[in-house]
């Protein structure tokens, strides 16, 4: 095929059906492949290539397979969107291939940055971006697989055979006797199935790399989340015990304690633990009541009384508007300390940003003279754009900082209260946080069923029900005969008796 700006001739293509993003262009066989041949003909002149992007994005690799072909072949690597560069040879031109290579190398990060992104937001769609997973097959909708049978199902009774208490040994053994084979067309082994049973794709979960995991994928699961929890502890050779899960109507297990054990320091864990009691009598006399049951002493509370209780607890507390002018006065005189640094930034900012103005005005006026091309200077006013409008946006930072001071204070106080006035609707996780917010040394119930809150946050105030002519008086302890105000010294503990 004759090149008429060359004045040559095609003697062999290449397509390019490799990589050519970084870190995969040192030893790829296409390369060796043209070298080998540019080497064996001498005739051979030039290593045409469409151009950098379509031929490597990676700034080192280019020139050091362009001194190899030069060197070992005596060929040069030019590339047909610009062949003019070919036969320039002079700053300009070196320049210009310069940017070509650069913005090939930037497109590898690019693409890099843009595909991770756009595979972790599938990945929170429920859709798996990897390589379908064994007992499955792909779909028209990418990313979603579907069963594959008999496989799929194959597979699932050997877990659940495990499950139930078979070997590893014995189930992949049945597996091959049935005829099951691996995507290679092979018999699947002990080692392989063990890594299908820690596979949390079976359950449903999508999981990649260190990315968040999706615990609701939008495949069919083969086992429940609870089964491959056991598949896994059985593949690591470890004993199952199933973890007890947390319930709303015993929200309080394992986060309260019995007063008089503490007291007693009698037992390691004397915590309340919630359970189902019984009358003990037969049929329809049964009956059945929720209780709380000390894990050390084995004294027992009604769940309903206990949780009344509480809440009769809850209700008598209020956020203490002196702690909280308090609380936003000593975090606005810290913040006052940097009040100079940040009067320093901000006129850093206004410097930086006179002196951006006054190169974009010198750029214009070269551009006016017919002092540099209308590409560079294209290039020089958009990225001067770019660090101006940054610098703007940093000042509005420095200058809204008080409205955002005000508003974290008054979102980080409305955080707190939102918890305790949903106590009860609040998970594991999140009820942890609100005691120890509200209650700094926890909780407990005595056997003699009265609730005590030893300290309560600084935050709060007790509600005082006879009120003076001042209103409801504050407090931080409450004994048991009535309000006490709380000093340095005092250490009364608040309670409150069941009825």
Same mark, same amino acid.
């Given at each position: ?70 060197? *070992?072949?005596?060929? !040069?690597?030019?590339?047909?969107? /610009?062949?003019?560069?070919? $036969?320039?040879? %002079?700053?300009?031109? #070196? +320049? ?77 053994? *049945?597996?091959?006797? !049935?005829?099951?084979?691996?995507? /290679?067309?092979?018999?699947? $082994?002990?080692? %392989?199935?063990?890594? #299908? +049973? ?302």
């Amino acid at each position: 095929m004759p090149i008429a700006h060359f004045n040559t001739h095609i003697v062999k293509f290449w397509n390019l059906s490799v990589s050519s993003r970084k870190g995969k262009n040192y030893d790829r066989k296409d390369l060796r492949e043209m070298l080998a041949f540019a080497k064996a003909d001498k005739k051979i002149k030039y290593i045409i290539v469409d151009e950098p992007d379509r031929f490597m994005r990676d700034f080192r690799m280019y020139y050091y397979w362009q001194v190899r072909f030069m060197e *070992e072949a005596k060929a !040069k690597l030019v590339y047909a969107k /610009k062949p003019h560069l070919a $036969d320039e040879d %002079n700053m300009m031109s #070196l +320049m210009e291939e310069m940017m070509d290579v650069f913005r090939a190398e930037a497109s590898n990060q690019e693409r890099s940055t843009k595909t991770t992104s756009n595979m972790q937001s599938r990945v929170k769609l429920g859709f798996f971006p990897g390589r379908t997973k064994a007992g499955y097959k792909r779909t028209e909708t990418p990313g979603l697989c579907e069963p594959n049978e008999p496989n799929w199902s194959m597979l699932q009774n050997a877990f659940l055979s495990v499950l139930s208490g078979g070997t590893v040994k014995q189930v992949v053994l *049945e597996l091959g006797d !049935k005829g099951y084979l691996t995507v /290679k067309g092979n018999p699947i $082994d002990t080692f %392989n199935f063990k890594q #299908l +049973m820690r596979d949390p794709y079976y359950a449903g979960i999508i999981k990649m790399s260190s990315w968040e995991a999706n615990p609701n994928g939008l495949h069919k699961p083969m086992i429940t989340k609870e089964q491959h929890e056991q598949l896994t502890a059985l593949a690591d050779g470890v004993v199952y015990t199933p973890r007890k899960k947390f319930t709303s109507e015993f929200c309080l297990s394992n986060l309260m304690e019995c007063t008089d054990c503490l007291a007693e320091e009698k037992g390691e864990y004397p915590r309340i633990v919630g359970y189902n009691h019984n009358n003990g009598k037969k049929g329809d006399s049964r009956k059945y009541y929720k209780r709380y049951r000390c894990r050390a002493c084995g004294s027992t509370v009604l769940q309903k009384r206990l949780h009344e209780t509480l809440s009769d607890n809850l209700l008598e507390l209020e956020i203490s508007n002196n702690r909280k002018e308090e609380f936003i006065g000593a975090l606005r005189a810290v913040r006052e300390k940097d009040t100079s640094i940040l009067i320093s930034r901000s006129q850093a900012l206004q410097r930086r940003l006179e002196g951006l103005k006054l190169e974009k005005s010198t750029a214009v006026r070269n551009a006016l003279n017919n002092r540099f091309s209308e590409d560079d200077v294209k290039d020089v006013l958009s990225q001067l754009g770019s660090e101006i409008k940054q610098v703007e946006d940093d000042i509005d930072s420095v200058s809204n900082i008080e409205k955002d001071f005000v508003e974290f204070v008054d979102f980080s106080i409305d955080t707190v209260e939102n918890m305790r006035e949903r106590f009860w609707e609040l998970d594991a996780e999140h009820l942890r946080w609100c005691k120890q917010l509200l209650f700094p040394e926890g909780f407990s119930v005595s056997r003699d069923e009265k609730v005590y809150t030893p300290i309560i946050s600084e935050f709060y105030r007790l509600i005082n029900n006879q009120k003076g002519p001042e209103g409801p008086s504050e407090s931080n302890m409450v004994g048991d005969a009535g309000f006490e105000p709380a000093t340095s010294s005092t250490s009364t503990r608040r309670s409150s008796q069941m009825s």
